[in-house]
C-alpha cells in the first residue's frame, strides 16, 4: 500500500534543477581609484570552481581564498509578527582583491559570476575619488572619521543595529550626506545628523530606493555625529551602504538638461548653495564647452561658485536641448517637429493647482507623433504626466509612467489638422521648485530610424541542449525593415541555432512605441545550443543587432550577457518528512531524514549542505556540511535548532547536493542540486535548560568565583551534561574554567571561574556557559546561560591601574 | 501554521507581576474587576471547558473516521482498529483513545465552508466568518472585532478562584483575542511551553531583588497614593484598589502558583501525557481548571500536513494528540472532573478525501470529526456520518454554530444574548446554530 502511494507522491515532484550562484554583496562595496581594495564577497551557493567576469575590464577581482562558513543571522531575531518578513540569503564570505586602475572614473562596475551550474545576477561594486574610510568588524560605539570628503563603507550588520560616526568640519558652509543603500542586499536607509550636544538638525530617510540624502548648514571647527540605520531597525550582513560625506555645493539639475559635443553654452546650474554656499536652492548661470570628442552619455565639469569650485555633470545629446519659452501664454509657447525642450514645473497652474506647463503644436491629418517626457535619467523629482489636447480641447492620448519608469510618453497619429495642446503636469505631490525640471521631446516618427533592444543579463544552456535568449525589440519610427540579430564571444562549444526572419508577435502600442497599424515591436526568441562536448564555461557576450534602412544602417549592442553552459545536475534531494513536519525540541540536534536521488548515471558522493536561501526561523538554524557515499540514498542530516527558536512557528531548511562531475572536456566541476521541498520541524519546549540566579556578581581581575548553576532536563536526556565556557571573541582572557560533567541524577552544581588579569577587562562583563548533552551519544543538545559580571580590579591594585569599563 | 501574537493588551502583559510598577508590576485588578461584574449563565453542569486546537486541520480521515473500503489514494495507509464501543472503529495509530471511546463522542458530521488557515480560525473561535482574506490577517489575534470562545466564557461565568480565567497555552490562539469586549477579556498567556524542563510562568513570580516585604512596601505606597483628597474623589469608590488588593492577593496566596506548577505531578502522570507540548498543555490545563479556570485553549500546529504527511502523523502528530486527549479524559473522570469539564478537540477544519500527488492531504472544511468528551455529553457514541470517501456528510451536517451553541449550552450560557460594540452595533455571543441532537 505504502509502494502504491509513493508512486503516487512521485508524479508530483519538482523537476530537479541546478542552483545558479547568486551575488550577494561586496564589503567594502566600494573603493578607490587607483588603489587596490581587499574585500569580502557575499556569495550565495557558490562552488569552489567560481569565474568571475566584470563588466569594465579595466577593474580585475581575483579571489583569494575558499569561502568561509555560513554567516549565520546573529541575535537579536525578532519574534511575533515580524518574524515573518522575509529575510536576504545566509552568504559565505570570499575573500578577493580588487585592483582599480587610477584612470578609473567614479561610478558603478557591474560583475557577475558563473559556474558549472549557470551565471549570477549581477553585482556592483562603487568606484570613487575620495578618501575612503571603512567601518571595521569590530570596533567602539562611534567611530571618528579622519576628514572630509570622505567616503565610508559600512554595513548594518544585524537587527537594531545603528552605526555611529564623528566627523570635524574645518570650514563654515553646507554639508551634504548622501546613503546609498541599494549596493548589496537593498535595504531603506535612515540618516540623522546631530550636533555636539546631540541636537537634531537633519534626518532623511530612504523610502523609495534612491538612497537618502540630508544637508545641513555646518559651523566652521564643529563636531557633528551621523547616524545610519535601516528604517525599520532591520539588519543583515549584506545591509552594505556607502555613506558620502562632503562640504560644498550640491548639484541638483542643470538648463539645459542636455548638451551637444563640441558647443559651448551658457547652463544655469542649480543647487544647494551653488552660489552663496549655504542651505538655500539657488543657481549660477556659467558657459559650459563640451569637447567633441567626449566619450559617454554625460559630462563632468567643474564651476566656480564664487567662493569656491565645485563638480557638476550635464547629460550629453546630438543636439543641444532648446529652453522652456518664458511666457506662459500658450500662443507664446508654440513648438515645433521634432524638438527637445528643457522646462521646470516650478509653480502651480492657477486652473488645476498643480504643477502644470502647456505647450502647442501644429500638426497635419495623419502625422504619427511621439512626445516624451523624461524626468528619470534627469534624478528630476518630477513625476511627469503628459495629456495632448485636440484643437476643440477634446482629451485625445494620455500617459503617466512607462514601464519601469516614471517617465511619460504618448504616440498618436493626428486625427484633422489643427493646433493642438501638449500639457505636462507634475504628480510627484514634491513642492515644485527650481530643482523640478523635464525635458520634452516631440518627435515625427515617419522621419526616425532607431529601434531599442532590450534582452536578459544572463543565460544559461545546457551542454547538449539548447536555451532561448528571449530579445525585445522597439522600432522608432515607421519602418519594417529586418532586424539582424547576432551574439559576440559566445562560450565556446554554443551557437546560435536560428534568428526567425521577423520578430513575432507584434505587440499594441504603449507610449513609448509607435502606433500598432505597422508592427513595431516585438520578441524575438534566440535558440542558443551547446554541443554535447563542450567543456562547462562561460562568456561575456554581446548582442548585435542591425537593420538597414534607405541604405542607413543602424547597429545597437546589448550587454554584456552574461552566456554558460551548464552541466545537468546529477542529484535530487528530497527529505522523507516535509510539510508538518517532525516535533523536534529547542537546543537539540535533529537528525532528518534525507532522501538522495542521483540522476544522468552519476553514481559518485554527493555533499550535502545548506542552502543559502532559507525559510522560516533562520535565526541560528543550522545544517551540517555531510558527505553521502556512492551507493548511499538514505542519510540522517543534522539540524541544530537553537534553544531560543518560537513554538509557535514551524520551522524550516533547505538543502542542497554538490556532485564533483568532470564536463566533456575532462574537467572536474561542481554540480549543484536543489532540495524538493524542505525539512520542516515542529518546535516543541527545550529538553536541557541551563541557568543560573539572577544575581550581580562582583569580581576582580585574577580572582576564581564559583558560579552555582542549575541543569533542568527533560526525562529524555539521560546523558551525561557537560558544561563549559564559551570562549568570548572580544575578551579572549575575560576568564577560564576547567569543564563539569553533570550526571543525570544531578540538578545544580557549580563552575570555578577564574578571571584573567588584563586590567582592560574591568568594567561590565559577562561570560556565557554552555551545556551540552550528547542526545543518543550522537546529536548535541545545547543550552546556555549568560552570567552577567562587573570587574574590578583588586582594591590593592587599584591605584595602580586606570579603569577603562564603562 | 504561522499564528504569532500581537495583541494590543493582553492579559500577559497584564500580568507582569513581579517586574515592574506598582504592587510588582501588577495590572491584574482591571481584569479582576470585570470578572467581578461578569454575569453568571443558567445552572449547568459544565462548569469548564478546556479546548484543544489542532492548527492546521487535523488528517482526521487518517484518525477518526477511516474508509477502509475507499481506493488506495483515499483511504490511506492506516488500518482501523476497534475500540471499547462495539461497532465504534478508530485509526491504529489512535489506540488510547480507543481504550475510552465509551467516555468521548466522536461528530463526524462537522462541516463548514471556510478553506483557510486563519479564517477558519477566526470562524472556529469566534462563530463568525472573518472580514479578511485568507492569510491576510496583519496580526495576532485576527479577530479584532468579535470576542474569541474563551472570552465570551470569560465574560459569561467569572473567574473561580484566584486563578485566571481564560488561558491559552502554550502560545496565544491566533483568534483568541477578546475582540471588542477589550483586553480585560483576553487570554491569560504563557508564552512558555510546560514541556520545557525549566517550565514556571514568570508573571506569578517576583522580580529578582523584590522580596515579599518590598513588595507590600510598594502596595502600602499605593494606598496612600490612591488615599481621596477631595470629596469628589471620597465619593468615587475605591475600584481599583480593590482589585490591586486582589491581585495582590493572588500574587502572594499559594492558589495560583501552585495550578501551573506542573512540576508538581509525578513522573507517572507527566509521562501518562506524554512529553509532548500537547500532552503536557493538557496536564497543565486539567491542573487550572481544578483551580477554577473557565475556559482553556490549547494551540497545537503543525497539523497542515500537504505533503509527505504519514510519516509525522504516525510517529508524532497522532500519537501525541492520542496520549494527551485519552490521558486527559481518564484523568479528568479519575478525578471527579469530567462531568464539570467539557473537553473538545478538533481544528479549523478537515483534510481532503484524496491524497494528493506529494503524499499528504490538502484543506478540506466539508468534513471533521470533532471529539467531545466530559461536561455532562451523552458520551459513547458517534453522532453523524460521512460518505464512502469522507468527503460529504451523509447525516445532517453540524457547523462551527452548532459546536458553539452546544458548548455554551453545556456551559449553562444564553446563547440569545447580545452584546453592543462601543460603536453601537448588536453583536449577538452566537449568531445562529442550534444545540446538536444527542449530544446533550
Known amino acids: ?806 | 501554521m504561522y499564528h504569532n501574537y500581537c495583541d494590543r493588551i493582553s492579559r500577559r502583559q497584564a500580568l507582569r507581576l513581579g517586574s515592574v510598577g506598582l504592587i510588582g508590576g501588577l495590572t491584574l485588578p482591571r481584569l479582576l474587576e470585570l470578572e467581578a461584574v461578569a454575569g453568571t449563565g443558567k445552572p449547568a453542569k459544565a462548569k469548564s471547558v478546556i479546548f484543544l486546537f489542532l492548527e492546521g486541520g487535523p488528517s482526521t480521515i487518517d484518525m477518526w473516521d477511516l474508509k477502509p473500503d475507499a481506493p488506495v489514494e483515499i483511504r490511506g495507509p492506516y488500518k482501523p482498529i476497534s475500540t471499547n464501543v462495539p461497532g465504534t472503529f478508530v485509526g491504529e495509530h489512535c489506540p488510547l483513545t480507543a481504550r475510552i471511546c465509551d467516555k468521548i463522542t466522536l461528530l463526524r458530521s462537522h462541516s463548514h465552508k471556510d478553506n483557510g488557515h486563519n479564517t477558519g480560525y477566526h470562524y472556529c473561535m469566534t462563530g463568525y466568518k472573518a472580514a479578511f482574506a485568507d492569510g491576510q490577517a496583519g496580526g495576532a489575534p485576527n479577530n479584532l472585532l468579535y470576542p474569541s470562545l474563551g472570552s465570551i466564557v470569560s465574560r459569561e461565568l467569572g473567574p473561580r478562584g484566584n486563578i485566571p480565567v481564560y488561558v491559552n497555552l502554550p502560545d496565544p490562539m491566533e483568534s483568541g483575542g477578546p475582540g471588542f469586549y477589550g483586553p480585560e477579556y483576553a487570554p491569560f498567556v504563557l508564552e512558555t511551553d510546560p514541556v520545557q524542563p525549566d517550565f514556571e510562568v514568570r508573571d506569578l513570580r517576583l522580580a529578582p531583588g523584590v522580596s515579599t516585604e518590598r513588595l507590600d512596601r510598594r502596595r502600602r505606597l499605593l494606598g496612600l497614593m490612591e488615599k481621596p483628597s477631595s470629596a469628589g474623589d471620597r465619593n468615587r469608590p475605591a475600584v481599583m484598589s480593590t482589585y490591586y488588593e486582589k491581585a495582590y492577593q493572588m500574587i502572594t496566596a499559594p492558589d495560583a502558583r501552585k495550578a501551573f506548577d506542573i512540576a508538581q505531578e509525578s513522573d507517572k502522570v507527566r509521562e501518562r501525557y506524554g512529553h509532548t507540548s500537547l500532552g503536557q498543555c493538557s496536564l497543565l490545563a486539567r491542573r487550572l481548571v481544578e483551580a477554577g479556570s473557565r475556559f482553556v485553549g490549547i494551540d497545537n500546529g503543525s497539523w497542515d500536513t500537504h505533503f509527505s504527511q504519514f510519516p509525522s502523523l504516525k510517529e508524532d502528530l497522532i500519537p501525541s494528540a492520542d496520549r494527551a486527549f485519552s490521558a486527559l479524559v481518564t484523568d479528568l473522570h479519575e478525578r471527579g472532573l469530567l462531568d464539570s469539564t467539557l473537553v473538545i478537540m478538533m481544528g479549523e477544519m478537515g483534510r481532503t478525501p484524496q491524497i494528493n500527488n506529494r503524499a499528504g492531504r490538502d484543506h478540506w472544511s466539508m468534513t471533521q470529526t470533532v471529539l467531545w468528551a466530559g461536561g455532562g455529553i451523552q458520551a459513547g457514541q458517534v453522532i453523524g456520518a460521512t460518505d464512502k470517501h469522507c468527503a460529504f456528510p451523509t447525516t445532517e451536517p453540524y457547523g462551527v454554530e452548532d459546536v458553539i451553541c452546544t458548548l455554551f449550552h453545556k456551559l449553562g450560557v444564553d446563547t440569545t444574548k447580545t452584546y453592543t460594540t462601543p460603536l453601537g452595533r448588536p453583536v449577538p455571543i452566537v449568531s445562529g446554530g442550534k444545540v446538536i441532537p444527542g449530544l446533550v
Not at chain 1, 508530483?12 to 542552483?19: P, R, S, T, Y
Not at chain 1, 558657459?287 to 550629453?316: C, H, K, Q
Request: proline share 8%; aromatic share 4%; with cysteine.
Open chain 1, 1 to 806: 500500500m505504502l509502494n502504491a502511494l509513493l508512486i503516487i507522491a512521485l508524479l508530483g515532484q519538482v523537476a530537479a534543477q541546478n542552483v545558479r550562484p547568486q551575488i550577494g554583496y561586496v564589503y567594502p562595496p566600494s573603493g578607490r581609484a587607483g588603489t587596490t581594495v581587499d574585500v569580502q564577497l557575499g556569495s550565495y551557493d557558490w562552488t569552489p570552481d567560481m569565474q568571475v567576469f566584470v563588466h569594465d575590464p579595466r577593474l580585475n577581482i581575483q579571489l583569494t581564498g575558499p569561502a568561509g562558513e555560513f554567516i549565520l543571522t546573529p541575535p537579536p531575531y525578532w519574534f511575533g509578527t515580524k518574524a515573518g518578513i522575509a529575510q536576504p540569503p545566509l552568504a559565505r564570505e570570499v575573500p578577493a582583491r580588487i585592483t582599480i586602475p587610477s584612470d578609473m572614473p567614479p561610478g558603478p562596475i557591474r560583475w557577475q559570476v558563473a559556474n558549472a551550474n549557470g551565471g549570477s545576477n549581477v553585482g556592483t561594486f562603487m568606484v570613487g575619488d575620495l578618501a575612503e574610510f571603512i567601518e571595521p568588524e569590530k570596533h567602539a560605539a562611534t567611530l571618528d572619521v579622519p576628514s572630509l570628503p570622505v567616503v565610508i563603507s559600512g554595513r548594518i550588520s544585524r537587527i537594531t543595529e545603528i552605526d555611529n560616526y564623528r566627523f570635524k568640519t574645518t570650514a563654515a558652509g553646507l554639508v551634504t550626506c548622501r546613503l546609498d543603500d541599494r549596493l548589496g542586499q537593498p535595504f531603506s536607509g535612515m540618516l540623522s545628523v546631530r550636533d555636539a550636544n546631540g541636537a537634531l538638525l537633519a534626518d532623511a530617510a530612504d523610502t523609495i530606493g534612491g538612497g537618502a540624502v540630508v544637508m545641513f548648514d555646518a559651523l566652521a571647527d564643529s563636531t557633528y555625529m551621523i547616524q545610519v540605520r535601516d528604517i525599520d531597525f532591520a539588519g543583515d550582513r549584506g545591509y552594505v551602504y556607502r555613506l558620502t560625506i562632503e562640504q560644498g555645493p550640491r548639484v541638483v539639475a542643470t538648463l539645459p538638461c542636455v548638451l551637444a559635443r563640441g558647443k559651448k553654452t551658457q547652463v544655469e546650474i542649480m543647487g544647494w548653495g551653488v552660489a552663496t554656499g549655504s542651505l538655500q536652492l539657488e543657481s549660477i548661470t556659467q558657459s559650459v564647452s563640451v569637447p567633441a570628442n567626449v566619450a559617454g552619455d554625460d559630462y563632468p565639469f567643474i564651476f566656480d561658485t564664487g567662493s569656491s569650485r565645485a563638480r557638476a555633470t550635464i547629460l550629453l545629446g546630438e543636439e543641444s536641448d532648446s529652453l522652456e519659452p518664458e511666457s506662459n501664454e500658450p500662443t507664446q509657447r508654440q513648438l515645433t517637429v521634432p524638438t527637445a525642450i528643457s522646462g521646470i514645473l516650478d509653480h502651480l497652474d492657477a486652473d488645476v493647482q498643480m504643477p502644470l506647463d502647456r505647450y502647442t503644436v501644429v500638426a497635419k491629418k495623419g502625422d504619427s507623433l511621439r512626445f516624451k517626457v523624461e524626468a528619470a535619467r534627469l534624478n528630476s523629482p518630477v513625476d511627469p504626466s503628459i495629456v495632448v489636447l485636440s484643437p476643440a480641447g477634446k482629451e485625445l492620448a494620455r500617459n503617466d509612467d512607462l514601464p519601469d519608469t516614471v517617465d511619460a510618453a504618448v504616440v498618436f497619429v493626428v486625427p484633422e489638422d489643427g493646433v493642438y495642446e501638449i500639457q505636462v503636469s507634475d504628480c510627484s505631490g514634491v513642492e515644485p521648485s527650481r530643482a523640478s525640471v523635464y525635458r520634452l521631446l516631440i518627435e515625427d516618427l515617419e522621419s526616425i530610424v532607431d529601434f531599442t533592444l532590450q534582452a536578459p543579463d544572463r543565460l544559461d544552456v545546457p551542454i547538449g541542449g539548447q536555451a532561448e535568449l528571449v530579445v525585445k525589440t522597439a522600432r522608432r519610427g515607421t519602418w519594417d525593415e529586418r532586424i539582424e540579430l547576432k551574439i559576440d564571444n559566445l562560450p565556446l562549444g554554443a551557437s546560435v541555432l536560428e534568428v526567425p526572419a521577423k520578430p513575432t508577435p507584434p505587440t499594441p502600442a504603449k507610449g513609448d512605441q509607435r502606433p500598432a497599424k505597422k508592427p513595431g515591436t516585438g520578441e524575438v526568441k534566440l535558440t542558443i545550443t551547446a554541443a554535447a562536448d563542450a567543456s562547462a564555461g562561460s562568456q561575456l557576450a554581446t548582442l548585435v543587432a542591425t537593420a538597414t534602412v534607405n541604405d542607413r544602417t543602424i547597429e545597437h549592442r546589448f550587454g554584456p550577457i552574461l552566456i554558460s553552459t551548464t552541466l545537468k545536475t546529477r542529484c535530487k534531494v528530497k527529505s522523507a518528512v516535509q510539510d508538518g513536519g517532525r516535533i523536534v525540541n529547542r537546543g537539540t540536534t535533529y537528525p532528518a531524514d534525507v532522501l538522495i536521488e542521483r540522476l544522468e548515471g552519476f553514481e559518485g558522493s554527493i555533499q550535502l549542505q545548506m542552502a543559502s536561501a532559507q525559510q522560516r526561523q533562520r535565526r541560528g538554524i543550522r545544517g551540517s556540511e555531510l558527505i553521502v557515499p556512492a551507493r548511499v540514498d538514505q542519510v540522517q542530516y543534522p539540524v541544530f535548532m537553537p534553544e531560543w527558536l518560537e513554538t509557535n512557528l514551524t520551522a524550516r531548511i533547505n538543502v542542497i547536493g554538490v556532485a564533483k562531475v568532470a564536463d566533456p572536456k575532462g574537467n572536474v566541476r561542481h554540480v549543484t542540486g536543489i532540495m524538493d521541498g524542505f525539512i520542516v520541524m515542529s518546535l516543541e519546549g527545550a529538553l536541557l535548560k541551563l541557568s543560573h540566579e539572577p544575581s550581580e556578581r562582583v569580581v576582580t581581575l585574577e580572582e576564581t568565583i564559583e558560579i552555582p548553576l542549575k541543569v533542568s532536563r527533560s526525562v529524555r536526556l539521560n546523558e551525561v551534561v557537560r558544561l563549559a565556557l564559551v570562549p568570548d571573541e572580544n575578551h579572549p582572557h575575560l576568564a577560564v574554567a576547567e569543564p563539569v560533567n553533570v550526571l543525570a541524577n544531578e540538578g545544580t552544581t557549580t563552575i570555578s571561574l577564574r578571571i584573567g588579569k588584563d586590567p582592560t577587562l574591568v568594567g561590565q562583563r559577562s561570560v556565557t556557559i554552555r551545556a551540552t548533552a550528547m542526545q543518543n551519544g550522537r546529536w548535541p543538545t545545547v543550552s546556555e546561560t549568560i552570567v552577567p559580571l562587573v570587574v574590578q580590579i583588586p582594591s590593592a591594585a587599584a591605584e595602580k591601574f586606570p579603569t577603562t569599563g564603562p
